[in-house]
Structure formats: structure tokens, C-alpha cells
């Protein structure tokens, strides 16, 4: 049984940083793409860095550009979601979905499993 479980999320003040972790088991991480959304309050789940197998990064949201990185360790089977100088906009409920391929798409449709999500609130 395929399984993603995040890990990380919590309260910071504006400025501060998290780093989410994307843990899977029942599968290996080394064939798939793997993407970070992230759904904030009243709002639209929203792509946020994917990440393909071969590391290449791609980047969904304009927002985040120079704040966030993603990276990988394939020996862990984990996903890594570097945050830093959040603001409270970026506070959300933060998903990791593994692709049904090695390549990065933010089509439902492409996305194989999703985890359960942690809460990150920004806020002083």
C-alpha cells in the first residue's frame, strides 16, 4: 500500500522557517515525481515545488520563488520542503503527492497518492 505521511508543520512567527519531510513507504520514491501543494484557509489547493525523479525542480507558485526549496533523499524515501522567511500568507495545510510518473504536473489526474497534510500557520 502506497503511503506518503508529512511531518514538520507548526506555528512560526513571519521570518521564521520550517522544513516539511514527505516520508512514503510501501513504495520506492526513486521512480516518481513528487510535488508539495498547499491549501490556505477559504482558498484553492494550490501547487507549491515539485521535485522529478532525477531532482530537476519545478517551481508552481511565483510566491515562493527564493523562500522555498524541495529536495530529495532517495536512500530515506523522503521528500524535503525547505521554508524559509515565511510570511502568514504562506500559512496552510501543506500536502505531498507522489506522480504516477517521473515527471512534475499539477493535473489531478497525474498524481497517484496523496499524504494526509500538516498545518503550518504564520503568525506572530
Known amino acids: 500500500q502506497w503511503q506518503l505521511v508529512e511531518s514538520g508543520g507548526g506555528l512560526v512567527q513571519p521570518g521564521g522557517s520550517l522544513r516539511l519531510s514527505c516520508a512514503a513507504s510501501?513504495?520506492?520514491?526513486?521512480?516518481?515525481?513528487i510535488g508539495w501543494f498547499r491549501q490556505a484557509p477559504g482558498k484553492e489547493r494550490e501547487g507549491v515545488l515539485c521535485?522529478?525523479?532525477?531532482?530537476?525542480?519545478?517551481n508552481y507558485a511565483d510566491s515562493v520563488k527564493g523562500r522555498f526549496t524541495i529536495s530529495r533523499d532517495n536512500a530515506k524515501n523522503t521528500v524535503y520542503l525547505q521554508m524559509n522567511s515565511l510570511k502568514p500568507e504562506d500559512t496552510g495545510v501543506y500536502y505531498c503527492a507522489v506522480h504516477k510518473s517521473i515527471y512534475c504536473s499539477t493535473s489531478v489526474e497525474n498524481l497517484r497518492s496523496w499524504g494526509q497534510g500538516t498545518q503550518v500557520t504564520v503568525s506572530s
Open positions: 510501501g513504495f520506492s520514491l526513486d521512480y516518481y515525481a
Open positions: 521535485i522529478t525523479s532525477s531532482g530537476y525542480n519545478v
